[in-house]
């Protein structure tokens, strides 16, 4: 049962929130919730800590199953890291009725662990539209100035995934012996191979929405850049997770041959993405956009690894699901005080970060390292193993990819150039220290030196879920 | 047979009503009453008891699903009643004549879950519909409301005529008007009765899918939706469509199958239609209540899928949707009702004045279009469940999704104008419990959107 607090602690401070009209309460509040599930993220991986299995449809034959395995355990840190972490750094930005928008960020927390502790899939499906919801009045309400239009895109192009999604899932109750939703009778289901792709198609529109692959990648840039900066961190570091979980949870144990019969188109969508979005990084002056065009570049490595279905690819993706959010979410928190502070985001407004705020600009090159994954720091591990995987497949496509390594240097590089040094420029004079969020910033560049250096714990941590996908 | 014999009771005692009682909240509170009379008398049934043990000889018979569907129609009348009373009274000299027509309505819709003889059907549908006509007219002095009266009188008699007709094609071919009379399935050599045969059910379909206001049988929705008083407009959406389809699939999962093989195009072909006109239409309408009427086109076809095939989903599935839709739609007519102006920039900031009436609002959107934790989720699941299960190509169901998709669009349209955007609502003096009742029936959507099964569980004793 005490896999149920993922769900609960979150939920019942939402709740509170929306009734502590003082900004300072208010904020203590979350930042309790978030530390509060942190420590039992760190429980259940240490302790184990059994299955969660509630009666709930009966007549459909729906269980409230709660599980969870190394993939879902080193998501669930991930979020109970974020979260707090986004409190605690975006602590003193001016936000118009704070404990709404705080409120509605643990929402959106309880609608992210329930995706990744779902043991039904029709209780996956609630979860998976629920954490969108929230984030849909986040982005509407606190967003930058096409935020209405930006955000509705974006709803409405993710619904649409996961409404495909819903008949894939209603397509397998159907196929399964005993009708049941259990992702037991799921993967038990005994698809021909002809069922399989139709039903990998289905699952598939609604994760490559959400990672985005290209060409369905449209909506996020815009995104990034309109939502309100703490929710595009949510957004970046957590959210499109859901997507590459879902292809590691649902599309690859219960699709075997389909998504073997698959894996040279996805790869050379996500190479393509990969390229794409790096060019247009290159090409960005506005500093947001250009770390949301980064990341697009990051994940659509991650799907190329974990699509060429190779085991030492897929550990790497697991690794790099964890080390992907903590890099980005360093990025975005730095944007953000620079943004909050200066009220730019262009890097041609920037520069002297440097000379102005030394440790606020040592903290942009460490993070900065992480992003071009240099060796010592936790990306290293993740990208060495993932092209690796490539160049197991395919060398060209290992080289394709490779490319991006170059590219990333290009833009990160050029990006720390601009802001961090030459002369002090009137935005930047205006900065002053914002102590939390730096201290937040070091707690996370530790977290990024520390599994570079020694990811062993994290491997042991995935070590399962490897072996239920690749020893048959 | 206790809820037609009392229902029309009710309705001759309210009929009289405003002559010996002047005080409209008294008429209000004796039609309240008398609908839980009426709920009391066809529970009594439901549980073997009879006010009247009449031999029906065939024409009626009262099954528990239909009774169950009873007491939903009448529960959700309620509600309506209890809801929108005040805006009735506003409306015409004397509310108890308008009180005495839903009564009449619920005689005919009571007919319609239990008839078992096509000539039953059309009565039920005849006692059911006159009323419509005189209460789309009610607001005599408007001229919108007398044209949409009239278009409906005439379309409406004329597809009772088509009615009428399919049902003495369907008695030549088979000598019966028994709904469950021998079932001719078509073998190679069609016969003449066949012919007949098919050419009445089609004659029948069409007329049902004028009732409950499917593509392309759909013209006269919006006109009759936009002219009439919205709050008859309310309960013209909700309880009167449920009823049509009860009555619609009561007849086809029995005679589809002497269609064959054309039976699935036929229902395919007006589904995706459906789909395709009332949502593409709403999405460019400027005014919310035409959205809600284009809206309620759509949603109509989504229930037809229960119509597709026989199975627990496609009976269960048409009594959830039924109730999720009627509950979210009589809550979003009677947030409408209190607007001053029907456009979408009426709603603009309502968040900020009325924060309580904004998410009640929400929360019926978001269950009509379908979004987990509201009861319209699972109420469109069931729907593509019970279609999936009847053996439908997978692409209807597809289709399906992406109109769904598009629904948001304009379901959302008035989210965004009462969160998003700035300004002060065009809205009228609101008494205080007016909300609280709403929020009653958001809880019932959200309950159901956890909990859809406590709606089952006195179906199957």
């Not at chain 1, 970046?236 to 590459?244: I, Q």
């Not at chain 1, 500093?287 to 990051?298: E, F, N, Q």
């Not at chain 1, 730095?334 to 000379?355: F, H, P, R």
């Not at chain 2, 159901?448 to 004793?461: K, T």
Request: aromatic share 14%.
């Amino acid at each position: 049962m005490f896999l149920l607090s993922f769900l609960i602690i979150p939920v019942v401070a939402a709740i509170v929130l929306l009734f502590i009209k003082h900004e300072k309460y208010a904020q203590d509040i979350a930042i309790v919730a978030g530390v509060a599930s942190l420590t039992a993220a760190v429980n259940i991986i240490l302790n184990n800590v059994g299955v969660v299995d509630l009666t709930w449809l009966q007549v459909l034959n729906s269980r409230f199953v709660l599980q969870a395995d190394g993939l879902s355990k080193i998501l669930i840190l991930l979020t109970a890291i974020s979260f707090p972490a986004i409190f605690i750094a975006t602590s003193k930005n001016q936000v118009a009725n704070k404990n709404i928008f705080l409120s509605l960020m643990l929402f959106t927390q309880a609608g992210l662990m329930g995706v990744f502790l779902a043991g039904d899939a029709l209780l996956f499906y609630f979860f998976w539209e629920l954490a969108l919801i929230p984030v849909y009045f986040l982005c509407s309400i606190w967003g930058g100035e096409k935020r209405i239009a930006v955000t509705f895109k974006f709803f409405i192009y993710t619904f649409l995934g996961s409404l495909f999604m819903l008949i894939g899932i209603v397509y397998m109750y159907m196929h399964t012996k005993d009708h049941s939703f259990a992702y037991a009778s799921f993967k038990a289901a005994g698809l021909t191979n002809m069922q399989q792709v139709t039903a990998f198609a289905l699952f598939f529109i609604a994760f490559a929405i959400k990672m985005p692959i290209f060409p369905l990648h449209t909506w996020q840039p815009d995104a990034y850049d309109q939502s309100p900066t703490s929710v595009t961190m949510v957004l970046s570091a957590v959210m499109v997770k859901m997507g590459l979980y879902g292809i590691m949870r649902w599309l690859m144990p219960l699709f075997p041959s389909a998504f073997s019969a698959h894996t040279h188109i996805v790869m050379v969508l996500s190479i393509i993405g990969i390229l794409y979005a790096s060019f247009i990084a290159i090409k960005q002056d506005n500093i947001k956009k250009l770390i949301a065009y980064s990341s697009i570049a990051h994940i659509g490595l991650m799907s190329a690894a974990l699509f060429a279905n190779k085991e030492m690819g897929a550990q790497g993706v697991l690794i790099q699901l964890f080390s992907h959010g903590v890099n980005v979410l360093g990025l975005w928190i730095i944007a953000d005080i620079i943004e909050q502070q200066t009220g730019t985001k262009l890097l041609s407004e920037m520069g002297g970060l440097a000379k102005k705020q030394p440790t606020l600009a040592i903290l942009l090159v460490a993070f900065s390292f992480a992003n071009v994954a240099l060796p010592l720091t936790n990306a290293f591990v993740g990208e060495f193993l993932m092209f690796n995987s490539l160049f197991q497949v395919n060398p060209w496509m290992a080289a394709a990819a490779g490319v991006s390594v170059v590219l990333a240097a290009i833009y990160t590089l050029n990006m720390v150039q601009k802001c961090a040094y030459g002369e002090v420029s009137t935005a930047i004079q205006k900065m002053s220290a914002n102590k939390p969020a730096q201290a937040v910033l070091i707690v996370l560049i530790i977290i990024v030196f520390v599994t570079g250096v020694y990811p062993q714990p994290l491997f042991d941590l995935t070590k399962d879920t490897l072996l239920q996908l690749f020893v048959k | 047979m206790n809820a037609i014999i009392v229902s029309a009771l009710l309705g001759v005692i309210l009929m009289f009503c405003s002559w010996g009682f002047k005080s409209e909240s008294l008429q209000k509170n004796i039609a309240l009453v008398g609908l839980l009379v009426l709920i009391a008398a066809n529970l009594a049934q439901l549980n073997g008891w009879y006010v009247l043990d009449i031999n029906t000889k065939g024409m009626l018979s009262f099954s528990r699903f239909g009774l169950y569907a009873n007491t939903i129609l009448f529960v959700l009348t309620f509600l309506y009643l209890w809801i929108n009373a005040e805006e009735i009274e506003a409306i015409g000299h004397q509310a108890a004549d308008f009180y005495a027509l839903f009564f009449f309505i619920l005689c005919g819709a009571s007919i319609l879950t239990s008839f078992d003889n096509l000539l039953m059907l059309f009565i039920g549908i005849e006692i059911l519909s006159i009323p419509l006509y005189i209460l789309t007219g009610s607001d005599k002095k408007n001229l919108m409301s007398n044209e949409a009266a009239l278009k409906y009188f005439l379309m409406g008699s004329f597809s009772t005529g088509i009615l009428l007709l399919g049902i003495t094609l369907c008695y030549g071919a088979i000598g019966s008007f028994r709904l469950e009379a021998p079932v001719i399935v078509p073998s190679k050599g069609m016969a003449y009765e066949q012919y007949l045969l098919s050419a009445g059910l089609i004659l029948i379909f069409a007329a049902m899918n004028f009732k409950v206001s499917s593509a392309p049988f759909h013209f006269w929705t919006p006109d009759v939706y936009d002219g009439a008083p919205t709050v008859f407009t309310s309960f013209m959406a909700t309880i009167v469509k449920a009823a049509g389809f009860i009555a619609f699939i009561a007849v086809f999962h029995v005679q589809s199958k002497a269609l064959g093989y054309s039976w699935e195009l036929l229902l395919t072909f007006v589904i995706v239609s459906t789909l395709l006109v009332g949502n593409i239409t709403a999405v460019f309408q400027r005014s919310v209540k035409r959205m809600l009427a284009y809206s309620s086109i759509a949603q109509a076809g989504f229930m037809l899928f229960a119509l597709y095939g026989v199975s627990d989903f496609a009976n269960e599935g048409i009594l959830l949707y039924a109730v999720v839709y009627s509950v979210a739609s009589i809550g979003i007519f009677a947030v409408l009702v209190k607007m001053k102006d029907y456009g979408f920039e009426a709603f603009n900031g309502l968040s900020k004045t009325h924060p309580l009436l904004a998410f009640v609002t929400t929360i019926f959107l978001l269950s009509l279009a379908g979004i987990p934790l509201t009861g319209g989720f699972f109420a469109k699941y069931y729907m593509l469940n019970a279609i999936l299960t009847a053996g439908a190509g997978l692409w209807v169901v597809i289709v399906a999704v992406i109109f769904a998709a598009i629904s948001v669009y304009y379901y959302f349209k008035v989210i965004q104008a009462m969160y998003f955007v700035q300004g002060s609502p065009a809205i009228k003096e609101l008494p205080k419990t007016y909300t609280y009742k709403l929020l009653v029936l958001a809880i019932v959507l959200l309950v159901l959107g956890v909990f859809p099964n406590l709606l089952f569980n006195y179906l199957y004793f």
